[in-house]
């Protein structure tokens, strides 16, 4: 079966209601069979600026953004110039503008791409009450061989209670937007025909959205958190969810408590998370230092933007890698896990909660707001993999309890108030068994050994990373970036394999070298300025002599057709 | 506090764990520690469903010398270990305690929360007016002109932190003073404390005979200046506008609304994912 795949960029001011378009778009185009993409682009605007709604369409599912944009649809022109790197076109793409929001702009006519005006402000002002967001809906719709009939069903959802003129209104614009499509020539629209529609119920989620709920999954049932872009959406959907499962969110009044809220709630025997991106987890070190020494299981999940400091805040980098290796004092065994796609969110977490909780040590999950904020839509994820609860203590009478006891797995069975003969001091201070301070030699190395072993011993099956193809060149890719290599490795022929990295640590020594087995090149693939996996990879797995880099910082993204021609300039070195 | 369960009779002594404290001698936090022990046996609070949190300093030492739960946590962290723990376990008696410098100063603004969000639980911080563990520099509550720190040879320069104000004008509903000096009375406060339904802050003047030598003293200086408790926040405030520092007592109490998480069902997971589904 043929496979149709479509990216299309609806770009507008604040006012324009991009963002609507695409998220009405996007349901039609689900329920007519359609999997879909759609990443969100913000300007540093508070409210209103520019926004762009990046999409993908594809018969087969997809979770890749692609190289570049079949069709643009510009609704003004609003600082187009600010991200018109974001939006790569061809010569044979389609520009479609409103000739009343002024001439093409230099920026996108340099691609040479076909420019068709719509007459947008036209139409509005042909009837009272018109919106140019319903009528561009209209045609935008037509790209993907949708009616009015498809949208229609979904106006209600999304104008809520405006009443019945507001609907009736919508309807009236998204048909003279289709009539517009309609007057234009055949030969103006990709070839999109409609996928067959899918028998088994598919989801809409966003990655952020799948995060929350593989904290519930994996058990967690309370939430400590401090609000920060891009990871806010995973604490806004946890908050009523929790209560659902009688759980808790609390709002706290900053990183600094809300990570120390859940070494107190997880000390007291409940499974605890936050989420937060890079400036928050840089407060949150001490806290997750005191989780590893005093063996107190949390989750944290950093939705990284661009860095350092603040940053750019609504753009997506992953450059928090090596302070969620590197960054704790001290030598803190724990557990860093990274997402490879939106859907993956959930089994990720899930079994980053799970983690934490058998290894009794904080665990972090790496996101980005590439994925985070994105939606998707996909076939039903499957579940993060079993993983043993935390392991709790039932002490004897007469035998003193020893919280901290040094035990073949390094896991020590855990007491939490409430079971009596349990009482102890966790503690972050080093200490022997029983949890009291010491200053010894012996009890020091002993206690690091345990904490060490506890994650040799962690059983990370076939979860510690995405695999696909056996091709010479292994392509390793860090988080969001798992997608487009996986379509650059298809591209590429069988020249090359997958590796999409999940478990950063523990490190996985053993699996590394049977996927590696054969691999005579290497590729590491990864959105930050400095290739900070490239360092890690290199300075603790044994690479293929061969090792190339492709990094760079964002928020451009690195798209299939830029790796796939890393992969074929390493074909070419001999 | 929560519901008593009748448990064996316990004395205080039962209350102590066997680790020797490394506190000095002639330390005020001996008599804390009693205090601590003292209320809990009286209170006959089962060991298992005790916890005492603290931060880092000589003070925060306190859990393990305790024979119930404990967490020795981060300076200044003590506070959100705390009321984690009191939010997940609402069943579970905590207390909190630490220093001047692990409350008011690196933690001072968990301290503000604390007090709004009026969690039930009790927050005993022992106030030597210097951080003791890291060998005697200043900390919020010493006077400007006090010149033993190498760190701040002029004298530390700004006015002292002034805790009660604070924990009033933050929303505490509980707020006390009491000397270790005077373990009888401070068993009295924790008790009542503990009892209280929502966030108790007890300032224990506890001297640091070390660094602090001059507080041996302190014992005729304090007097019953807080003997009659206030019910009116307003009031309470205006009565520290002459207060000496030394005054000891219950300054205010009132029973106020505690933080409430939403409210919460219990359905199941599967019930979660429906959201999701076209
Ligand atoms: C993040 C951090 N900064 C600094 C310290 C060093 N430190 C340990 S205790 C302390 C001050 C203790 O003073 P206080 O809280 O008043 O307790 P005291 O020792 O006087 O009882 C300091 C600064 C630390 N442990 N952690
Ligand atoms: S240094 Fe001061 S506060 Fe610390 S134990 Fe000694 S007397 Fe107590």
């Avoid at chain 1, 999997?35 to 709604?53: D, F, K, N, V, W």
């Avoid at chain 2, 024979?67 to 020795?72: D, E, K, L, N």
Wanted: hydrophobic share 40%; charged share 20%.
């Amino acid at each position: 079966m043929t496979e149709h795949l479509l990216s299309l960029a609806l770009t507008g001011s604040g006012g324009a209601g991009v963002m609507t378009v695409g998220q009405i778009l996007l349901d039609a185009a689900a329920h007519a069979g359609w999997y879909g993409l759609m990443r969100r682009s913000l300007g540093p605007q508070i409210r209103g600026g520019e926004s762009a709604a990046l999409m993908r369409f594809g018969s087969r599912p997809i979770l890749s953004h692609g190289d570049t944009f079949d069709v643009l649809f510009a609704f003004d022109w609003g600082n187009i110039t600010r991200f018109a790197a974001e939006l790569p076109l061809r010569s044979d793409s389609v520009v479609l503008y409103d000739p009343d929001a002024g001439e093409v702009p230099e920026v996108i006519a340099r691609s040479n791409a076909r420019c068709v005006a719509v007459p947008l402000t036209a139409t509005v002002k042909s009837e009272p009450g018109l919106r140019a967001n319903m009528i561009g809906l209209g045609l935008a719709a037509h790209i993907l061989r949708l009616t009015p009939a498809d949208l229609q069903p979904l106006l209600a959802d999304f104008l809520g209670d405006k009443g019945e003129e507001a609907l009736a209104l919508s309807l009236r614009g998204i048909e003279l937007g289709a009539g517009l499509a309609d007057a234009l020539p055949a030969s103006t629209w990709p070839v999109c025909p409609r996928p067959a529609k899918s028998e088994k119920p598919r989801w809409s989620i966003t990655g952020n959205e799948a995060a929350g709920l593989g904290a519930v999954k994996g058990g967690v049932r309370f939430v400590a958190a401090y609000p920060i872009t891009p990871s806010t959406e995973i604490l806004e959907w946890l908050a009523p969810n929790l209560a659902r499962l009688g759980g808790q969110l609390v709002q706290a009044e900053d990183e600094l408590a809300s990570i120390n809220m859940l070494v107190g709630a997880s000390y007291g025997g409940v499974p605890s998370l936050t989420a937060t991106s890079g400036p928050g987890l840089s407060l949150m070190i001490e806290g997750l230092g005191m989780s590893v020494g005093a063996e107190i299981p949390v989750t944290v999940i950093d939705v990284q933007r661009g860095g350092p400091s603040t940053g750019i805040p609504t753009k997506s980098e992953q450059s928090d890698f090596n302070i969620a290796v590197y960054g704790l004092h001290g030598d803190a065994p724990h557990i860093v896990v990274a997402a490879t796609s939106i859907p993956d969110c959930m089994p990720t977490v899930q079994w980053a909660v799970s983690a934490a909780e058998a290894a009794q040590c904080p665990a972090i999950v790496l996101s980005d707001q590439n994925m985070g904020q994105s939606r998707a839509i996909i076939d039903p994820p499957a579940e993060g993999g079993p993983v043993a609860a935390r392991r709790l203590a039932a002490p004897e009478d007469g035998t003193p309890y020893l919280r901290y006891a040094l035990t073949n797995d390094g896991v020590s069975p855990m007491a939490v108030p409430g079971i009596a003969g349990g009482e102890y001091t966790a503690d972050g201070l080093a200490h022997n068994e029983r949890g009291t301070p010491s200053t010894q030699a012996a009890d020091h190395q002993s206690q690091l050994d345990k904490r060490q072993r506890k994650l040799e011993t962690l059983d990370c099956a076939n979860f510690w990373a995405e695999l696909e193809g056996d091709g010479p060149i292994a392509v390793i890719a860090l988080g969001s970036l798992t997608e487009p290599a996986r379509e650059a490795v298809r591209a590429a022929n069988g020249a090359a394999r997958l590796i999409g990295l999940r478990v950063v640590l523990p490190l996985q020594a053993e699996a590394m070298a049977k996927a590696l087995a054969g691999a005579t090149k290497v590729l590491v693939v990864e959105q930050n300025h400095s290739a900070q996996f490239h360092h890690f990879l290199r300075g603790h797995y044994d690479l293929p002599p061969v090792v190339d880099s492709l990094h760079r910082a964002g928020p451009l993204p690195l798209r299939p057709l830029e790796i796939l021609a890393a992969i074929n300039a390493l074909k070419g070195d001999a | 506090m929560n519901e008593v369960t009748p448990t064996p009779e316990l004395e205080a002594f039962d209350y102590k764990s066997d680790v020797n404290p490394v506190w000095c001698p002639g330390c005020g936090d001996y008599a804390v520690l009693s205090a601590i022990t003292k209320a809990l046996a009286e209170l006959r609070l089962a060991r298992e469903n005790v916890a005492v949190i603290s931060g880092i300093g000589c003070s925060s030492r306190i859990p393990a010398y305790t024979s119930v739960y404990g967490f020795h946590g981060i300076h200044g962290r003590a506070l959100p270990i705390a009321q984690g723990l009191k939010l997940a376990r609402p069943d579970v008696t905590v207390l909190c305690a630490g220093g001047d410098g692990d409350g008011f100063s690196i933690g001072g603004n968990h301290f503000m929360h604390a007090c709004r969000r009026n969690i039930d639980l009790t927050y005993i911080v022992m106030d030597n007016t210097v951080y003791g563990m890291t060998k005697g520099q200043a900390s919020p509550t010493t006077e400007a002109d006090w010149r033993e720190s190498k760190l701040t040879p002029e004298g530390p320069g700004v006015p002292p932190f002034q805790p009660l104000d604070i924990a009033l004008a933050a929303g505490a509903s509980h707020v006390v003073r009491a000397f270790s000096g005077r373990v009888q009375m401070l068993t009295k406060y924790i008790v009542e404390a503990i009892q209280h339904p929502g966030f108790s802050f007890i300032q224990v003047i506890s001297p640091c005979v070390t660094y602090r030598p001059e507080m041996r003293a302190l014992k005729t200086r304090v007097h019953d200046g807080f003997a009659e408790t206030s019910t009116n926040r307003l009031e309470a405030r205006r009565r520290l506008l002459d207060d000496d520092g030394y005054s000891l007592g219950v300054l205010f109490k009132s029973v106020e609304p505690s933080y409430k998480p939403c409210a919460t069902s219990d359905e199941a997971v599967a019930d979660l994912e429906r959201q999701f589904v076209l």
